[in-house]
T-cell receptor
Framework: EAGVAQSPRYKIIEKRQSVAFWCNPISGHATLYWYQQILGQGPKLLIQFQNNGVVDDSQLPKDRFSAERLKGVDSTLKIQPAKLEDSAVYLC????????????FGPGTRLLVL | AQSVTQLDSQVPVFEEAPVELRCNYSSSVSVYLFWYVQYPNQGLQLLLKYLSGSTLVESINGFEAEFNKSQTSFHLRKPSVHISDTAEYFCAVSQGGKLIFGQGTELSVKP
């Protein structure tokens, strides 16, 4: 069974530029999560989708971050414009139903904002 | 809101020594607890979880954790570590289906 796929793996941009990350969850998983992991900290949830609807985006900085999951499968997270403090690893995860269960994580996208 | 505290940011140990990584959570009516491991340049992988039933849960590679409701703890233990156990370990609690993570403990196993 294929795992959660993410691309790109690494990205370096300058502040005020825009960037997009892509995630393809495990086939059949209804729930998709985006986490931000700043160096030295645990992952923090940015947004949770159930199929193509948003369940929780309370921690998403909506003035600069946006995310979509139009067909209920893969998802894109965008930052525009990027700030220095956005330097982090962006992790995508998926789970079967979104209830209390195992989440499966992708390898992450490491973003450096200069 | 739930919170998780991992008391040690770094734990250096020698190979074949025992290890304990500490985790405390804020109390709640229903608690679901997880330990994830992150090897260098990889995503997080589930190590073990407590949902209900026996308070002692085990992983396939020799780790175990005990849910202690009175002390609001979920410490991770292994009686004898290997070099390959070197990684970052995250304790997490589930809240409404989302995971709230601790800040992580870096386990460094030395020969």
């Amino acid at each position: 069974e294929a795992g959660v796929a993410q691309s790109p793996r690494y990205k370096i941009i300058e502040k005020r530029q825009s960037v997009a990350f892509w995630c393809n969850p495990i086939s059949g998983h209804a729930t998709l999560y985006w986490y931000q992991q700043i160096l030295g900290q645990g992952p923090k949830l940015l947004i949770q989708f159930q199929n193509n609807g948003v369940v929780d985006d309370s921690q998403l900085p909506k003035d600069r971050f946006s995310a979509e999951r139009l067909k209920g499968v893969d998802s894109t997270l965008k930052i525009q414009p990027a700030k220095l403090e956005d330097s982090a690893v962006y992790l995508c995860a998926s789970s079967l139903t979104g209830r209390v269960e195992t989440q499966y994580f992708g390898p992450g996208t490491r973003l450096l904002v200069l | 809101a739930q919170s998780v505290t991992q008391l040690d940011s770094q734990v250096p140990v020698f190979e074949e020594a025992p290890v304990e990584l500490r985790c405390n959570y804020s109390s709640s009516v229903s608690v679901y607890l997880f330990w994830y491991v992150q090897y260098p340049n990889q995503g997080l992988q589930l190590l073990l979880k407590y949902l209900s039933g026996s308070t002692l849960v085990e992983s396939i590679n020799g780790f175990e954790a005990e849910f202690n409701k009175s002390q609001t703890s979920f410490h991770l233990r292994k009686p004898s570590v290997h070099i390959s156990d070197t990684a970052e370990y995250f304790c997490a609690v589930s809240q409404g289906g989302k995971l709230i993570f601790g800040q992580g403990t870096e386990l460094s196993v030395k020969p």
